[in-house]
């Protein structure tokens, strides 16, 4: 089997090929130790942080390549994250590693208990297109923090950024324990045959679904960090102009719109609406001029599959007329403006699939309230924000919004901060990671128990008496005044 990614043919990985290296990676890498010494995890998460270092010009020109992506968010929102990630974890790892002293109770006493973090073994991690160092290197991250070995399966839609992964991945890390398998979806088909002992995916739910299925034949438990529409409330009683900013900040500046926490969709009233729309234009002109088409600000759409469904979600009958601001295109660029549409229907298309692209849709309302039901009626979001500085609104959204991670007057930002997990719920996914989120997702929390040979009660041995089921009641209940009434009952059978 064969693949092409870009213009590069890529070498055959088959089934065979991919047994091997699962086996390879278990006798060298992970049953021989390897793998778990924290002076391994060490090396290697200090090699990613070189690796970043040394490698950021041909960083920033792959995601040039691969989507135009502006500098500044490459350096920042990848290459930066990545080092933020590594740091947190060199600075954590000794404590992260460390047994977890763990309460035991009456029915075991004597005894002591801890919480073991092991590492699953062989973790598979699949990443996508639209951060493609990011998604990538920061589960690995986890996976080497928690004293795994490693296969990262890049996306094909991003093959610069892949073959540059590749490249650096050899040349940093330890190839022993630590590989990159490149290629699409018959090499990712390969590589999910093969019995795992943990599978990160990044993606849609519909490819999601497919490594779930083929987890399930092996028992392996997954991760999947999946996408969906979020919403953005916009309340009246807010700073309009920073909010736009942080608005526009969130969608057009994360890639063009092309990220999973992106604001999807706005929330506002009817009353509040032009405003709003004012204030977003107004901002976006500050930010990317008045010809965004040519911003070099702004990433260009990943490919021609990806334009053509953005340019579908435009023409659909239900919002025509509706577009108040940008709606410019340059096919053969593949350059979308940023795209305002207004007074958009529940029932169009662009809202009935995550855009995951440069348009906005905003749905208007009789009140603020109704914005609960639009959002509760829809798929779980992996990231839901509100602009308001009503501290009523504020709790109400935090305490029935159900979604991924909610952010109150910003947006997207919450990525960066490690002590809180990232990760979806229900339709937006399972699992989290980031911070010591990441070295959980990776290990096994293994329950230990230890006792001595002294302090051998009789009380759990047959033969059985009603003595013996009082007391071990009362043990198991945990009062004291209990566990009298059963000695002295029990003095007198
Ligand atoms: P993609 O096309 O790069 O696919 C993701 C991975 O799945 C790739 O490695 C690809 O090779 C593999 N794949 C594709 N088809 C496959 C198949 N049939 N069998 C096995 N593997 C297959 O990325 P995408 O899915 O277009 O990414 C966009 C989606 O991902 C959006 O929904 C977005 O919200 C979501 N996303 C989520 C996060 C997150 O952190 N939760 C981050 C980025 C993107």
Same mark, same amino acid.
């Given at each position: 089997m064969a693949t092409t990614i870009g213009e590069k043919k890529v070498t055959v990985f088959g089934e065979e090929e991919a047994k091997q290296l699962v086996n390879e990676l278990r006798v060298v890498a992970y049953d021989s130790g390897r793998t778990r010494s924290y002076s391994w995890r060490v090396t290697q998460l200090k090699n990613i942080v070189r690796m970043c270092d040394d490698s950021e010009k041909e960083v920033v020109e792959a995601l040039y390549k691969d989507l135009a992506k502006p500098e500044l968010e490459g350096t920042l929102y990848e290459l930066g994250m990545i080092k933020n990630a590594c740091k947190v974890a060199l600075k954590e790892l000794k404590n992260w590693i460390r047994p977890e002293k763990a309460k035991t109770s009456l029915t075991t006493f004597p005894s002591s208990a801890e919480i073991v973090s092991e590492p699953f073994g062989i973790v598979l991690i699949i990443s996508a297109w639209n951060y493609p160092f990011l998604l990538s290197i920061d589960p690995v991250i986890g996976a080497i923090a928690a004293g795994n070995a490693v296969v990262l399966k890049p996306s094909e839609l991003a093959p610069a950024s892949s073959s540059l992964l590749a490249k650096l991945f050899a040349q940093y890390l330890d190839t022993s324990a630590i590989k990159v398998v490149e290629g699409a979806v018959p090499e990712t088909s390969a590589l999910l045959e093969q019995k795992w002992d943990k599978i990160m995916y990044t993606g849609n739910g519909r490819v999601g679904r497919i490594v779930m299925a083929a987890a399930a034949k092996h028992l392996t438990p997954v991760i999947m960090e999946l996408g969906g529409k979020c919403p953005a409330v916009v309340d009246s009683d807010i700073n309009l102009q920073v909010a736009m900013r942080r608005l526009i900040a969130g969608k057009w500046g994360c890639n063009n719109g092309q990220a999973c926490i992106s604001p999807d969709y706005i929330l506002t009233t009817k009353d509040y609406a032009p405003k709003l729309v004012d204030a977003l234009k107004t901002e976006l002109e500050r930010f990317y001029g008045k010809n965004q088409l040519e911003s070099k600000d702004l990433s260009r759409i990943v490919n021609s599959n990806h334009f053509a469904r953005l340019s579908k979600l435009l023409d659909d009958e239900k919002v025509s007329g509706k577009i108040v601001y940008g709606g410019e295109k340059d096919e053969e660029k593949l350059r979308i403006a940023p795209t305002i549409l207004l007074d958009v229907p529940r029932d169009s298309l662009i809202m009935s699939e995550e855009i995951f692209g440069p348009l906005l849709p905003i749905l208007m309302l009789n %009140? $603020? /309230?109704e914005s609960f039901d639009v959002i509760n009626s829809g798929t779980k979001p992996l990231a839901a924000y509100i602009f308001t500085n009503n501290k009523k609104l504020k709790e109400k959204f935090v305490m029935s919004v159900s979604a991924g991670g909610i952010v109150v %007057? /910003? +947006? +997207? $930002? =919450?990525?960066?901060? =490690?002590?809180v997990p990232f990760g979806g719920v229900g339709e937006s996914g399972m699992g989290s990671y980031h911070g010591k989120f990441s070295f959980d997702a990776f290990s096994h929390k293994k329950a230990v128990l230890y006792r001595s040979f002294i302090g051998d009660a009789a009380l759990r041995y047959p033969p059985y008496t009603g003595f013996k089921l009082r007391m071990m009641k009362a043990l198991m209940g945990g009062s004291f005044l209990a566990i009298l009434r059963a000695l002295f009952r029990g003095s007198k059978p």
């Open positions: %009140n $603020i /309230d %007057n /910003d +947006t +997207t $930002i =919450h990525l960066a901060v =490690h002590t």
